[in-house]
């Protein structure tokens, strides 16, 4: 009798209907099923999908007479599947021979050029023709491209495996000019010869210049064009104290209006005025083959120093013009 008005009380109370809803909701009859694995049937190994066996290298279909451009048309890594080279690199192990190609990490790592090769290059040149000029014809020898470009410019480019693509050594430029093409006269030559010190070489009278000091080969082209262009401003300057130069601060021997000259002039007045010939000038003694021999020796013993041959030069150039030969 008690249970009755106790299950009246409890449907009366707010919160039932929210139990009972959610009870429904959790209810096991609601909840689906997951099917069980065990319960799926099993397929055959003849419903199974067949892999897809692997197709031949395609070096063994190459023809021997293909078009190698159009196998490697720009540059890339290698592919082992696409050179028809027994290629092998790598460390031999155990006294065997290095790894072959197929999957050798080592070619991978190195640049190649087998993108130009002599047909792909013939190929770019004949590419490019249409957007090059036809040589001068006037410019038919070596000597007429140094008449009208005196100036050289050397560079160099470099390929090798590293971090990074640039090398170090491909920024040096080195540029090249002979004097004789420069517009100089005998003072800026000289002086230019004194400024740029060992950098002439006197024997084929060409002066160059190297810079490698800029990060960058455009930086250092343009610094050598202007230390040249300096060197020559400079060469044609004269300073007050040049003025002052003595013999012996010549870069080389000068015979006129040396001691040299003059010791030898007084020399040959005083012979002709005792053979009594005192109208000779100074004009044709210096004329003279025995005067002109004595000259040169002078002057090849002053520059190029004293040595067997220098000596032996002036030696008989003296006997020949005081007549003791």
């Not at 099923?33 to 397929?43: F, G, H, L, Q, S």
């Not at 792909?120 to 000029?133: G, Q, R, S």
């Not at 020796?297 to 006997?319: P, R």
Request: net charge positive.
């Amino acid at each position: 009798m008690a249970a009755a008005p106790l299950l009246v009380w409890l449907a009366l109370q707010p919160g039932a209907r929210i139990l009972r809803a959610f009870s429904t909701a959790v209810s096991p009859t609601t909840v689906s099923r997951k099917p069980n694995p065990r319960a799926i049937e099993r397929t055959t190994r003849s419903e199974r999908p067949l892999r897809r066996k692997a197709l031949p290298p395609r070096t063994e279909k190459m023809a021997v007479d293909q078009d190698w451009p159009s196998v490697y048309p720009v540059a890339a890594p290698f592919k082992p599947s696409a050179v028809p080279l027994p290629v092998r690199m790598g460390y031999p192990v155990k006294r065997g021979v290095p790894m072959a190609k197929e999957g050798n990490l080592e070619l991978l790592k190195i640049p190649n050029f087998l993108h130009l090769t002599p047909v792909a290059i013939k190929k770019h040149c004949e590419a490019l023709k249409d957007f090059c000029t036809e040589w001068p014809a006037a410019l038919d020898s070596d000597e007429k491209c140094e008449e009208h470009f005196p100036v050289e410019i050397d560079t160099a480019d470099y390929v090798s495996s590293g971090p990074s693509i640039r090398n170090p050594k491909a920024r040096a430029v080195t540029l090249r000019v002979k004097l004789s093409s420069l517009n100089l006269d005998d003072h800026a030559k000289k002086k230019l010869i004194k400024l740029v010190g060992e950098r002439y070489c006197k024997t084929t009278n060409v002066l160059t210049i190297k810079t490698d000091r800029c990060p960058l080969k455009r930086q250092n082209y343009d610094y050598a064009v202007y230390l040249l262009t300096v060197l020559y401003h400079e060469s044609w300057k004269t300073e007050e104290w040049e003025k002052n130069k003595t013999e012996a601060d010549m870069e080389e021997y000068i015979w006129t209006n040396s001691s040299s000259e003059k010791n030898i002039l007084e020399t040959l007045l005083q012979i002709k005025a005792a053979e009594n010939h005192p109208e000779v000038n100074k004009e044709e003694l210096f004329g003279t083959k025995e005067v002109e021999d004595y000259r040169k020796a002078v002057i090849s013993l002053k520059n190029e120093g004293e040595s067997e041959n220098t000596l032996s030069q002036y030696k008989e150039s003296v006997k020949r013009l005081l007549n003791l030969a």
